[in-house]
């Protein structure tokens, strides 16, 4: 259950009408989920996070990420957060943009692999070799 009201479009205040308005254009679809809804209630922090998260996610000339991948790995970091809503909405987002389902099975794969040696490491306190370290 959510902590405030998911707001209908009737409630939104202009600000959050704008905000909504941009999402809907630059996504190409008339809806809105229900994460921008419960952000709507702060609109400055509904505009700062739409704002940056178009930067983030949005096509990149300068480090080459394409969105598939910008998409797994915000599904790999919302898995070890355990945001089940992220996990959701970025696995659709990720299909959109053309994750098969093979490609599915074999990220998972990934994840749960990094996630056991991560554990491993973590309780053996391996230290970092050298050549691993930034000169």
């Known amino acids: 259950m959510a902590t405030v009201k998911l707001l209908t479009d009737d409630e939104l205040s202009a600000d959050a009408a704008a ?3 941009d999402i809907r254009a630059t996504r190409g679809s008339d809806f809105v989920n229900n994460f ?3 952000l709507a209630n702060d609109p400055p922090t509904l505009r700062a996070t739409w ?3 178009k930067a983030v996610m949005g096509s990149s000339d300068e480090g080459g990420l394409d969105p598939l991948t910008k998409e797994l790995v915000y599904i790999a ?3 070890a957060n355990g945001c089940t809503y992220c996990v959701h909405s970025h696995t659709a987002a990720a299909r959109a943009k053309g994750l098969t389902d093979a490609q599915y099975g074999e990220f998972l794969q990934v994840v749960g692999m990094a996630s056991q040696t991560n554990a491993l490491v973590t309780g053996l306190q391996t ?3 050298d050549v691993f370290k930034p000169e």
Do not use: T
């Open 36 to 38: 921008w809804r419960s």
């Open 127 to 129: 230290p970092v070799d």
């Open 19 to 21: 905000v909504f308005a």
């Open 51 to 53: 704002e940056r998260l």
């Open 77 to 79: 970091v919302s898995i």
